[in-house]
């Protein structure tokens, strides 16, 4: 695949300035939630003071009922619940005071708080309800929830233009937008989709650029440390679980004869075959489960590592220590592009490889 | 006590991914070097071997990672 004419692009300087730009941006905007922290904690023991990079780092990479912008300024985000008095929707705002501590908040229908991002019914004592609390659903728009939002928002900009493109400039060479597009398009066609599942690639060609597409963007998206990005969507199981539980579905759905004989027919002894089903079935699941992992582990670890190394400054509280940060921060982000890029492709390709295992042609 | 024995967890995953994986690679390379034209092919499979070693490892990483949070 060539990536020859990206590189040659007029302003490519522009968009590196503007990269290492973003990426002292990342600096700034721990710094300041950092120096809000401190504050917070001038009221509080000597022994809160102390910076714990655990738990800043997993504050950072996990979800939240509202979307931190930099210092004391946050997004509000919508708090959907089921619960067994009724849905209920407010703004997630109405559960903070304003030093941004958790408060109790009556909905009417319920007492609700936010316990570590955990919404919990109160009863009248003002104790957490237990029993209530089990039968609650939160279906909030969180952070993730927005961010995956912006990123569907952007493929269907992106492709719909690309789509549009594609019927107004017929038989004419690529230009805008479409440039960017179709060199990926192909890519999935020619490199993951033909060589894994042969002559019947076009079915899934849709599905298979779908999870392409969205997995890179958002794993872009989550690259980018301030406003419409930051949030860590491709890193939370929830989401890989659900891409890989399609991935389950589609696969099986699609199964054939062949791909169904050689679970429960192999060609092994009689006595084998009991244990070749388990085998067998295990394997059905653990290829999703794997997939599943493989995506969760790998951003969430490169959204860890890159937060160490800028959690190294507020360790060793030292201004020299920052440039060696930086300048680690900036390789990291750098490969972090690479992973970003390599995890979307994988994901499709091996999502083409049990499709092309599924239904293959008998060919003993 | 127990995030050191996790963390220790997490480095022997990281040496079995880094055998695996430095295998897979010495020998793309040297297949590489001795059919230049099938590189692209040699790529391919060399990525998803790795992907698939890397799986396994990352299993690994993430039970150390829940062992060393018990909450």
């Known amino acids: 695949m060539e990536f020859n004419h990206i590189i040659k692009l007029k302003n490519f300087t522009t968009t590196t300035l503007l990269a290492v730009f973003l990426i002292f941006c990342s600096i700034n905007t721990f710094a300041e939630v950092q120096l809000s922290h401190e504050s917070d904690g001038e009221a509080a023991s000597t022994a809160e003071e102390k910076f714990d990079p655990t738990v800043t780092i997993l504050e950072h990479i996990s979800d939240t009922h509202s979307w931190h912008l930099f210092g004391h300024t946050s997004i509000a985000l919508p708090v959907i619940l089921f619960t067994p008095n009724g849905l209920d929707i407010f703004l997630s705002s109405k559960l903070v005071n304003e030093h941004h501590q958790a408060v109790a908040y009556n909905s009417g229908k319920n007492t609700y708080l936010n316990e570590e991002e955990h919404i ?24 993730n929830v927005a961010a995956m939002f912006i990123a569907v928002i952007t493929i ?54 779908t999870i392409f597409f969205f997995i890179w963007f958002n794993n872009l998206l989550g690259l980018i440390p301030i406003f419409p990005g930051g949030a ?66 790998n951003i969430t670890a490169g959204h860890i590592i890159i937060l160490s190394l800028v959690s190294l400054i507020f360790i060793f509280k030292s201004l020299a220590i920052a440039p060696v940060s930086v300048a680690f921060v900036l390789f990291m982000s750098v490969l972090e592009l690479l992973v970003a890029f390599l995890q979307a492709f994988i994901f499709t390709m091996l999502t083409a490889l049990f499709i092309g295992t599924a239904v293959e042609d008998h060919h003993h | 006590m127990v995030g050191s024995i996790a963390a220790i967890g997490a480095g022997l995953a990281v040496i079995g991914a880094g055998i695996g994986i430095g295998q897979v690679g010495g020998k793309a390379m040297e297949g590489i070097a001795r059919q230049p034209e099938a590189a692209s092919k040699i790529q391919t499979a060399m990525i998803i071997a790795a992907a698939l070693i890397e799986g396994v490892a990352l299993f690994g990483v993430v039970v150390a990672l829940l062992g060393n949070n018990p909450a």
């Open chain 1, 156 to 209: 269907l900009l992106v492709f719909t233009k690309v789509a549009s493109a594609y019927k107004t400039r017929y038989g004419k060479a690529p230009k805008g937008l479409q440039s960017f597009a179709e060199p990926f398009i192909i890519f999935v066609r020619d490199d993951i989709a033909r060589p894994n599942i042969g002559y019947k690639y076009e079915k899934f060609m849709p599905m298979l650029l």
């Open chain 1, 120 to 143: 919990k019914i109160l009863a009248a004592d003002g104790e957490i309800d237990e029993e209530a609390s089990a039968h609650l659903y939160d279906f909030s728009i969180t952070k």
């Open chain 1, 232 to 297: 860590n969507v491709t890193g939370n199981i929830a989401f890989t679980l659900v891409l890989s539980a399609i991935v389950l579905i589609i696969v099986n759905l699609n199964g054939n004869k062949y791909y169904w004989s050689h679970i429960f027919k192999p060609d092994v002894p009689f006595w084998l075959l009991p244990i070749m089903w388990i085998v067998e079935i295990i394997g059905i699941f653990s290829k999703p489960f794997a997939l599943m992992i493989r995506l969760f582990a």
